[in-house]
């Protein structure tokens, strides 16, 4: 079963993604156990502070060593071979996450996901406490929540048993080296558009072979790069 905690100062913002839909299913099943965790039940002082002024100056805060350490090392334990779960800090700093990134991480099974916030995480908690730092995007959120969610929904949809088609984890969009080509459903006709006349013809190996094709031309349109990643020539059929 997949075990993952979340840390973060915004609890309440889990509550209604982990009870909706397959996340929320899974669960159910006892597939997968998510459990969130509010830091501000590590702080020792009567403010609950989590962070301070950065040295050197410069905006904003900085989440400090204390409380964030020792929570960490309570849900997960100290780095080394008898921690108990492989600790990920969401971080715009950190290693692109791709679906075979999730697969990585799927087979750590037990996971502790850090959610920053402010300007970031003082360096010595991840130092000395964070086993990788994972990164969404190139692009500026307040905080790890949603790159949490995001991560959670990934690793969900892989386990075994959750989907109702388990085919769908395996071939849907980045399950490979091509993006998924374009989808139709009823009504054959809308607005003067017609569904490819290869989808209706019944010819499972033509509707294949068309599937294909357009996965190719799509991912050679948008996202070039995932081709060159697997070694494929963009200009390529």
């Not at 850090?114 to 360096?123: F, P």
């Not at 395996?170 to 989808?183: T, W």
């Not at 809308?190 to 006349?197: A, H, I, S």
């Amino acid at each position: 079963m997949l075990e993952v905690d979340v840390l973060t100062l915004f609890p309440e913002l889990f509550e209604a993604f982990l009870g909706t839909a397959f996340v929320g299913q899974a669960r159910e099943k006892g597939l997968a156990a998510v459990n969130v965790h509010d830091l501000r039940g590590w702080a020792r002082d009567r403010h609950r502070s989590v962070d301070d002024n950065p040295y050197g100056g410069g905006p904003g805060m900085v989440m400090t060593p204390e409380p964030l350490i020792p929570a960490i090392e309570d849900l997960a334990g100290s780095v080394g071979p008898e921690r108990k779960r492989w600790v990920v800090a969401l971080s715009p700093q950190g290693r692109p996450l791709d679906q075979t990134g999730l697969e990585r991480l799927l087979g750590r099974n037990r996971l502790l996901l850090v959610c920053g916030r402010y300007e970031g995480i003082d360096q010595r908690v991840l130092d000395l406490a964070v086993d990788e730092e994972v990164s969404m995007g190139d692009y500026v959120l307040s905080g790890g929540e949603i790159p949490a969610m995001a991560v959670v929904e990934g690793l969900v949809r892989l386990v075994p048993g959750v989907l109702g088609n388990p085919e769908s984890a395996r071939i849907d969009s980045f399950g490979g080296d091509l993006l998924e080509g374009p989808q139709y459903t009823r009504p054959p006709e809308y607005r003067g558009r017609q569904v490819p006349e290869v989808l209706l013809s019944g010819d499972h190996a033509a509707i294949a072979r068309w599937r294909r094709e357009e996965a190719v031309r799509r991912t050679q349109e948008r996202r070039p790069d995932l081709l060159r990643r697997h070694g494929r020539d963009p200009s390529d059929g």
